[in-house]
């Protein structure tokens, strides 16, 4: 089992809809978890995080997360072109001991928004 | 210059040469890391420094071989590189041992080409 899945896609929604990306994770001991967008081409860039069960909300962005499921979710409302790019889901660990965050990355939705 | 840099952009050698790749971050952060993006993959991480100490070297071959002079830079040293080694090489930055808010920043990556 991949310790991090996304489904690769492509996910593909109209203009203005809402576009709904999944994630699934197999460590019980996972503490955060972060949304990173990535443009083809380009290094990824922090969208959202969370780590309490329930949903947050940024803007259009709403991460969701269900520990007892071990799935975190991002929903993006009122989806434009722009938004048109790869999104990576990642669990953080935290260390005890020796420093670092370790963030495990899964392999990404790509998602496209069509006029 | 803010936020993490990473130079070159672009990167071609043969597999005799020996080159560095350069990060740098100006956010204060006290870890920094090497991840290696291949196509259809998920990001591997290869290195992580906390408070400039190593504090984990995941199986990467010693022809890649990392650096870390001060928690602002980190160098990775590439030596007999082979085919398969070409992919985008990322940096990014923490702040080491934060709440479990704190995700990567990321460096423009640097995209190797080894022929």
């Known amino acids: 089992q991949k310790e991090v899945e996304q489904n690769s896609g492509p996910l593909s929604v109209p203009e203005g809809a809402i576009a709904s990306l999944n994630c699934t994770y197999s460590?019980?001991?996972?503490?955060?978890f972060f949304w990173y967008r990535q443009y083809s081409g380009k290094s990824p860039e922090l969208i959202m995080s969370?780590?309490?069960?329930g949903d947050k909300e940024d803007g259009r962005f709403t991460a969701q997360l269900n520990k007892a499921s071990q799935y975190v979710s991002l929903l993006i409302r009122d989806s434009q072109p722009s938004d048109s790019a790869t999104y990576l889901c990642?669990?953080?660990?935290?260390?005890?001991?020796?420093?670092?965050?370790?963030?495990?990355f899964g392999t990404g939705t790509q998602l496209k928004v069509e006029l | 210059e803010t936020g993490v840099t990473q130079t070159p952009r672009h990167l071609v050698m043969g597999m005799t040469n020996k080159k560095s790749l350069k990060c740098e971050q100006h956010?204060?952060?006290?870890?920094m890391y090497w991840y290696k993006q291949s196509a259809k993959k998920p990001l591997e991480l290869m290195f992580v420094?906390?408070?400039?100490?190593?504090?984990e070297n995941n199986s990467v071959p010693s022809r890649f071989s990392p650096e870390c002079p001060n928690s602002s830079h980190l160098f990775l040293h590439l030596h007999t590189l082979q085919p398969e080694d070409s992919a985008l090489y990322l940096c990014?930055?923490?702040?080491?041992?934060?709440?479990?808010?704190?995700?990567?920043?990321f460096g423009s990556g640097t995209r190797l080409t080894v022929v």
């Open positions: 990014a930055s923490s702040v080491s041992g934060a709440g479990p808010n704190y995700g990567y920043t």
């Open positions: 420094y906390s408070l400039e100490e190593r504090v």
């Open positions: 990642a669990v953080n660990i935290i260390r005890v001991t020796g420093g670092g965050n370790k963030l495990t």
């Open positions: 956010l204060g952060h006290n870890a």
């Open positions: 460590d019980r001991g996972s503490q955060s």
């Open positions: 969370i780590y309490s069960n």
